[in-house]
């Protein structure tokens, strides 16, 4: 009675064994949980860069009227499947600053990029921001912007589709331009490419947007 009784109990353990086995490796988050911690990855891996590029460069303060906008602008490219900087609808990083503040007055930076994952990997917060970082600086207009020594306010907005996290990085600064006569127009903010193009009567267009396939490679 007590041998069948400790091969029943053999069994059972055995039993939960593999069931316990059969459960595989623990589901990967949910990317769209980790767009907030993403965002402040890249904000700290820039501003890090930032200070290695030029060190005379003010130190960047996270601006929550910019965060909003670049938050707005990634589900917009999220949600829409494109990556510009001017959504289908007309709108731009520029035109929703205003929208906001239609007296503010500064240079407006922008950098975009997208990169794919696959389900199978999920997305590594660490591994993207380096990865979008890493491309940024491969782009000369991308790589001034970050470190144009004028800048002091930053924004970083992540969202993500299917198979893609798209992220938008705005940079901005006050010109201390006194503030507009009542009846005459507002400034525009002005999308700004490089360190010159503020003293340019015609500025450049903003640098590309950079897709990137990611180490896990998509469609």
Not at 140 to 153: G, I, L
Request: overall charge positive; aromatic content about 6%.
């Amino acid at each position: 009675m007590l041998k069948r009784a400790l091969v029943s109990f053999v069994a059972l353990l055995m039993f939960a064994g593999c069931a316990s086995m059969d459960k595989g490796p623990p589901p990967l988050p949910d990317p769209k949980s980790q767009m907030a911690a993403l965002e402040m990855r890249i904000a700290i891996l820039v501003e890090e860069q930032r200070q290695r590029m030029n060190p005379k460069a003010k130190k960047l303060a996270i601006d929550p009227a910019l965060t909003t906008i670049a938050r707005a602008r990634a589900a917009d490219m999220a949600a829409k499947d494109y990556l510009a900087h001017t959504a289908p609808d007309g709108a731009t990083s520029a035109s929703l600053l205003m929208k906001q503040d239609a007296n503010w007055q500064g240079l407006l930076g922008e950098n975009l990029a997208a990169q794919h994952y696959t389900r199978q990997s999920g997305v590594v917060v660490n591994d993207f921001a380096k990865r979008f970082l890493d491309e940024w600086m491969k782009s000369t207009p991308h790589r001034e912007n970050m470190a144009f020594a004028n800048y002091d306010h930053a924004g970083v907005g992540t969202a993500v589709n299917g198979d893609t996290v798209y992220v938008a990085l705005l940079f901005s600064t006050d010109l201390g331009l006194p503030p507009p006569k009542p009846e005459g127009p507002a400034m525009t903010a002005m999308p700004f490419e490089s360190p010159g193009a503020a003293s340019k009567e015609t500025l450049p267009p903003a640098p590309a947007p950079l897709r990137l396939r990611g180490a896990t490679g998509a469609r």
